[in-house]
């Protein structure tokens, strides 16, 4: 997607800080989420979390989020990671935004294998649960919200993009899982610049706060 050269604008393409700044900000704004809205499922805290990466890096704009496509890839995107426990979820999305930039995910598999070995041993239960058809199983056990449920599973032959499409009535602007959380993601944004949040810790506290301001 190359967003990289957007949120930490002037870094050396050849800086590592990029993917520890990545992981620390996933982390902490999925805190961040948590702390303002704990009665909230992992799925919407990470809807939250990559929304406000992608709005305040210029990926989408913040009146593009809820359309239909956006909306579509947003929730596919952290479907996934939603299906992890609490200590893998931000991670595993953070890994997923690295492997996007063909630079950092060279560098992640040659270069840091720790990384790498990380994303592939949590991610292992997801796909075991794609390959034995219980990915429904592991989502509901960690996401209560019987609704979204609904609308991610209850179509198992067809992928999730294309369940979107087809439900274009109320029904499908009440469960879209991006609308609802508007108004919260504005607000996590909102509390990032007001209070001036470092997401990252040590060394790449710079990149971590150049990572999330305005564009």
């Known amino acids: 997607m ?87 979820r931000a991670r595993v999305l953070a890994y997923k935004l690295i492997m996007e930039e063909k630079d950092l995910s060279s560098r992640i ?39 979204h449920q609904e609308l991610l599973f209850t179509q198992k032959s067809k992928n999730i993009e294309k369940q979107y499409s087809e439900n274009q009535n109320k029904e499908y602007t009440q469960g879209n899982i991006v609308s609802e959380m508007i108004r919260m993601i504005g607000q996590v944004s909102k509390t990032v610049t007001q209070q001036r949040i470092t997401l990252c810790i040590k060394k790449s506290n710079i990149y971590a706060n150049q990572y999330l301001q305005p564009s």
Not at 25 to 41: T, V, W
Not at 71 to 87: K, M, Q
Not at 117 to 134: F, L, P, Q, T, V
Request: net charge neutral.
């Open 2 to 88: 190359g967003f990289f050269n957007k949120i930490i604008p002037g870094m050396s393409k050849s800086s590592d800080k990029r993917i520890e700044g990545c992981v620390q900000a996933c982390e902490n704004l999925y805190s961040l989420s948590e702390s303002m809205f704990p009665d909230k499922d992992p799925h919407e805290h990470l809807v939250i979390v990559l929304c406000t990466i992608w709005t305040r890096s210029g990926v989408f704009k913040e009146s593009e989020i809820d359309k239909p496509s956006q909306s579509r890839e947003i929730v596919a995107y952290t479907l996934l990671p939603a299906c992890l426990p609490a200590e893998s």
């Open 109 to 147: 598999t040659k270069k840091h294998p720790e990384y790498y070995k990380e994303y592939s041993e949590a991610s292992k239960s997801i796909w075991d649960a794609k390959r034995n058809g219980s990915l429904e199983e592991l989502y509901s056990l960690y996401n209560k919200n019987k609704l």
